[in-house]
C-alpha cells in the first residue's frame, strides 16, 4: 500500500509539473517557493500537536485545490501557480515517503516512520 501511495504522489507532482508549464508559471518563482511550504514545520516549536496540525494542514491535498479553484474562480493567474507549486511539493513528499503527520511526532506519518531510529 505505501509503495502505491508514493507512486500515486510522483504521478501528482508529474501532474502539477505539467499543469505548471502549461499555464505559463515562472520557473523562478517555482523554484524559490518550492520548500516554502515546509516553513508550517515551524509549528512544531510549540509541541508536536500544534505542529502536526500546522504541517497538514498545509500538506494535504484540500489547500492546493482550494487555492487553484479560488484562482480559477477570481481568475488569478498567481493563485493558481501557487497552487500548483503547493500540489508538486506534496506530491514530491509522498513520493519520498513523507506523508501526513501524527500528533506523537514529526517522524510518525501516515505512510509510516521516517528517519533512522
Known sequence: ???????????LALLALILYQLSGGNWWLFAMLLFAPDLAMLGYLAG??????????VHAWPAPVFVYLVGLVLDAP???????ILAAHIGADRALGYGLKHESGFRDT??????SD
Do not use: D, F, Q
Not at 1 to 11: N, P, V, W
Not at 48 to 57: E, I
Not at 110 to 115: D, E, F, T
Open 1 to 11: 500500500m505505501k509503495r502505491l501511495l508514493r507512486l500515486e504522489g510522483a504521478a
Open 78 to 84: 498567481l493563485a493558481t501557480h501557487l497552487a500548483l
Open 48 to 57: 508536536p500537536r500544534v505542529g502536526a496540525w500546522c504541517y497538514n494542514l
Open 110 to 115: 501516515h505512510l509510516g516512520r521516517i528517519g
